[in-house]
């Protein structure tokens, strides 16, 4: 009798307020097919967790009413990491990882994760594939940036678009108060794709309603012309909000938080980008000696679960159900893709898409997407974004709080 391969999965790279929505996705389809798998693991911490033998079995410690939970649990139930893989194939952590899975027996292994775990589901794919080993290897996509190729969207995105424009909104408010002129400079998320900041446009309520300017990494970004849009909008109003990507950089390329001198390196290399938002601040009290704030919205862009988008969650779950039954037809080196359908009313189906052609790649706003002026979103982007933030999360409370499943 041969013995039913077993499924691994693991969640890398950001955390997303749907990323335990896919993972539960997989393990609920991989337990309606127990003819074809056996176990279930979840690597802890990654594939550096799963290199220390750090993993658990999600098939036998969750239970039915746990796993409805972790739909709608934010951040990563198994932990992340930012770990790459050499380029070398010959590298000795390539035959320790594979002796890893096949002591696990495992047939199917799922990276949840954006574009460097998509990196990651590459190289084991074409590892395997070249040395002949049987194991299928599918990423499933994941990132509040919704910067990932050959797909419509990610999930995680539109979770963040939600809490984003709830927030700006809030933040309008908040900011109309008094008379005087101010100004309130948001900076949002976005390195080299401005996905979230452009879904503070969703914050208004009317056409020339706050924010008044939108500025995303896909334009080039000058401070003079910055002085001149923020001239033009106070003529029509005292209270300006304004939001921009931590990304925005100038002609030259460069990234405008770099003219502090402070930015960093991660471990694949890409700069870590803070506070273009304070640069921002302290040239609008300079040039026009009004009172100025300005407000980084950070982590809980991506971790808050009160404001997760229930069609986000769906389609998250959607994502990891799906890849299992890929792996059931033997698709190996792809990542799951959504293809939209329809804007009104909303319709979308899943797909496969190679691996191969979407790591190390980025998707910008279309700058048919982009207003002329560089500082303002069209409504192609909102016909877009709109759908993608629809539904309240039916989430279970406990004692006026969330309640969330951590793991033991």
Not at 101 to 126: C, E, P, W
Not at 153 to 165: D, E, L, Q
Not at 296 to 305: A, D, F, I, M, Y
Not at 384 to 397: K, N
Request: glycine content about 8%.
């Amino acid at each position: 009798m041969t013995t039913k391969k077993n499924i691994l999965i693991g969640q890398s790279g950001g955390p997303t307020a749907v990323i335990n929505a896919s993972l539960c996705g997989i393990v609920k389809e991989g337990l309606k097919h127990k003819d074809c798998f056996g176990e279930i693991y979840g690597m802890i911490n990654g594939i550096e967790g799963f290199l220390s033998d750090h993993y658990m079995n999600l098939s036998q410690d969750l239970s039915e009413e746990e796993l409805q939970l972790l739909a709608y649990t934010p951040a990563a139930y198994l932990g992340s990491c930012r770990f790459k893989l050499p380029e070398d194939f010959t590298s000795p952590i390539y035959v320790t990882l594979f002796e890893k899975l096949q002591a696990l027996n495992i047939g199917v292994f799922f990276y949840i994760g954006g574009n460097d775990s998509m990196d990651t589901a590459s190289k084991l794919s074409r590892y395997a594939a070249a040395h002949k080993i049987d194991i299928c290897f599918l990423g499933i996509p994941k990132t509040i940036d919704n910067d990932l190729v050959l797909t419509d969207h990610t999930p995680g995105y539109g979770s963040a678009a939600k809490y984003v424009a709830s927030t700006v909104r809030e933040i309008v408010l908040d900011s109309s108060v008094y008379q005087q002129k101010s100004v309130t400079i948001i900076e949002l998320m976005g390195r080299h794709a401005g996905w979230l900041t452009a879904a503070s446009v969703l914050a208004r309520k009317h056409a020339l309603d706050n924010p008044v300017l939108i500025y995303l990494p896909e334009v080039p970004f000058s401070l003079e012309q910055f002085k001149r849009d923020i001239e033009a909008a106070f003529t029509r109003q005292n209270n300006l909000i304004i939001c921009v990507s931590e990304g925005i950089q100038d002609a030259k390329g460069h990234f405008l938080c770099e003219y502090t001198n402070s930015s960093q390196v991660d471990n694949f290399g890409h700069k870590m980008l803070t506070g273009c938002g304070k640069i921002l601040e302290n040239y609008v009290k300079e040039q026009f000696h009004v009172k100025v704030r300005s407000v980084e919205l950070n982590v809980c862009q991506r971790c808050s679960g009160m404001m997760a988008s229930q069609t986000d969650i769906d389609e998250a779950m959607l994502a990891g159900s799906f890849g299992v039954l890929a792996a059931m037809e033997g698709k190996t080196g792809c990542m799951i893709s959504f293809e939209r359908d329809a804007d009104v009313p909303y319709q979308m189906h899943c797909s496969t898409q190679d691996v191969n052609q979407i790591c190390n790649r980025e998707k910008c706003i279309p700058s048919s997407w982009i207003c002329e002026s560089g500082n303002d979103l069209t409504e192609d982007f909102l016909r877009y974004v709109t759908p993608l933030i629809q539904g309240e999360a039916q989430r279970v409370m406990e004692n006026g709080l969330p309640k969330y499943l951590y793991r033991k």
